[in-house]
């Protein structure tokens, strides 16, 4: 929609010539149909039949034999990671709770705190079984970690299962990564509703300028436009044809009349032609621009109208409502009617498939119903 308006912005207030050429032409489509297979191949990359199932699992874990943590060179990435901070002068439970608690978030587990010591640390503490028979110590303070015997941790699995509906999927991109995404999408729409809003502005302000330009020309000039005054011949022939008082139509007062209405007709699309002829080429180029464009604003209007709701669906403005957030497919059916109803030559056709008159006018004389009720 923005590529096609700013096509009819050129086309209709610039020259093509020096702005757009063929060579050109190819590039900008190129670059819009890897852009636009681009945000389709992410969407498809964000969506799928399968899924990730989480398991959580409890494993008892069985701890021999207790353990000392002590103050060795061994122990520098442990006690980095405890920071313990010691008073010697008050040994409660507050003092036992720093370390523990940092200990235990950084391997997320869960810990009991007893008086003489810690107990239940999970599978992660097992990792530091390599400092066995060390102590560490600060002003004379030995910490003395007890284990128990078995030790409860839950593991946390995943695997793919296969649901068979298209639904958000976390197999090859992740959640964050899909909220991000559909943020930058919606922003694009946004963005390009405004830009396709200011270029038909634009585009109008033009026609507007040009048709008080021109309607100041030709007050000035002052030229007057012939019509015909009198009725066509076509209708004094039909007129004098059907107030003949005759018993029964001749075939050569219907054949008489079917060439008057050809001539008539064939000499007003003549007029109609020669009036097409006084136009400037240049003339006639910009209606036809003006025409494709008035068509492409109103697909761009609708375009904008049924996507709108499924929009603001999508970043939480309107309550999720199935009916509302799938009426964009409401333009398929809309596109092809007002490409067709804007074209001029369907509007013709249509109208001579409805129209119930016929072409030859059959003479009908005063009499004729007399004639044929006394037959």
Not at 54 to 74: K, Y
Request: hydrophobic share 45%; net charge positive; with cysteine.
């Amino acid at each position: 929609m923005v590529a096609i308006a700013f096509d009819r912005y050129f086309c209709i207030c610039h020259s093509l010539k020096n702005i757009m050429n063929r060579r050109r032409a190819k590039v900008i489509i190129i670059i819009l149909v890897f852009f636009a297979a681009g945000l389709g191949t992410i969407t498809c990359l964000t969506h799928g039949v399968y899924r990730l199932k989480l398991s959580n699992e409890t494993v008892l874990t069985n701890l021999s034999r207790p353990t000392r943590v002590g103050n060795d060179s061994r122990l520098s990435d442990l006690t980095s990671r405890i920071s313990v901070d010691c008073q010697a002068d008050n040994l409660t439970d507050t003092m036992f709770s720093a370390p523990c608690k940092e200990f235990s978030e950084y391997y997320n587990t869960a810990v009991t705190l007893k008086k003489d010591g810690l107990q239940d640390i999970s599978d992660a503490i097992q990792r530091q079984r390599q400092y066995d028979d060390q102590i560490l110590s600060t002003d004379d303070l030995q910490l003395y970690m007890n284990f128990s015997q078995f030790v409860e941790r839950t593991v946390t699995s995943y695997s793919i299962e296969y649901i068979g509906k298209c639904n958000p999927s976390e197999v090859l991109l992740s959640r964050r990564f899909r909220y991000i995404y559909q943020k930058i999408y919606a922003f694009l729409f946004l963005v390009d509703f405004c830009v396709v809003f200011v270029l038909y502005v634009l585009i109008y302000r033009f026609l507007v300028t040009r048709r008080i330009k021109r309607q100041r020309s030709r007050s000035l000039r002052s030229i007057s436009t012939a019509h015909p005054a009198s009725t066509d011949n076509s209708t004094l022939e039909t007129r004098f044809l059907t107030e003949m008082p005759c018993p029964s139509p001749s075939p050569v007062v219907v054949a008489a009349a079917a060439a008057v209405a050809a001539a008539s007709s064939s000499s007003g699309s003549m007029r109609r032609a020669a009036m097409r002829h006084k136009v400037p080429p240049k003339e006639r180029l910009l209606m036809a621009n003006i025409r494709t464009a008035a068509m492409l604003f109103v697909v761009t209007v609708v375009f904008i109208v049924v996507f709108l709701p499924a929009w603001l669906t999508a970043m939480g403005f309107l309550p999720t409502n199935k009916i509302v957030f799938y009426s964009y497919f409401l333009y398929n059916v809309v596109n092809p009617f007002i490409y067709a109803f804007m074209n001029p030559m369907f509007k013709k056709e249509l109208q001579k498939m409805l129209s119930l008159r016929k072409r030859v006018i059959r003479p009908r004389c005063f009499w004729d119903s007399d004639v044929q009720a006394s037959y």
